[in-house]
DNA sequence: TATTCATTTCGTAAAATTACGAAACAAATG
DNA sequence: CATTTGTTTCGTAATTTTACGAAATGAATA
């Protein structure tokens, strides 16, 4: 084979994405956010809605919203002029799940 | 009272509490420590056994250590020379019923 | 008392995060 | 086709995070 310096891999997937969740929740404004997702399953929610209940500038909320669409927390759904946010439910699914293992191990 | 331009809290202590804890876990190399502690509860865990089991300086395992005692997540005995780390049982279960919440909200 | 030991703190540097307002965007509307 | 609308991206700046090796620490030991 003659690898060269294999980089061990330290972590196990696991650790990775544990790490990667929790990093997507490590600040209030995106624990408030999915919060707030979480309890508007229905009338879904738009960035301006949420805006008007954070003491963040719009423009930094779309990075916090960038932030939890790049963990795969949230999705955004195209509705010009609108965008309407929500949960990924199999992906915030997992994340109960493993977040659930972690603390159980 | 007369208080001028009062700092509204916008953040639950919930949703800032689940923020410490997330960020303790947003590293890989902090979660890695987590597991380690959780799965040795009986034969006490010495930085330096986490050292050889990890890829990075001894320093740097010891900021990550410095950061989980910070959000309380763990305590570590002193045993000159050692430091006997170990889970903060209290904090880790209030963690656990806290995330679990939030994940079932 | 000088040395050893496991560990932490310090000094430093590179990279990532957070934040804002201005500008850009893309679709619907006048 | 110019304008409006909700939202994002860009440019920028301040702060925090991550990382390392060198130096410091503090208790036990030679």
């Known amino acids: 084979m003659n690898k060269?310096?294999?980089p061990k891999k330290f972590y196990t997937p696991d650790q990775e994405k544990i790490a990667?969740?929790?990093?997507?929740l490590s600040h209030p404004a995106?624990?408030?956010i999915m919060d707030y997702l979480a309890?508007?399953?229905e009338r879904c929610c738009y960035s301006g809605d949420m805006a008007e209940n954070l003491p963040i500038a719009r423009s930094?909320?779309?990075e916090h919203l960038k932030e939890l669409k790049k963990a795969g927390l949230i999705q955004g759904e195209i509705n010009t002029p609108y965008i309407k946010y929500?949960?990924?439910r199999a992906n915030w699914e997992e994340?109960?799940?493993m977040f659930n293992d972690f603390f159980n191990r």
């Open 20 to 24: 990667l969740y929790a990093k997507a």
């Open 30 to 32: 995106r624990v408030f």
């Open 60 to 62: 930094t909320l779309s």
């Open 39 to 41: 309890k508007n399953t």
């Open 95 to 97: 994340a109960k799940v």
């Open 86 to 88: 929500c949960i990924n």
């Open 4 to 6: 060269i310096a294999t």
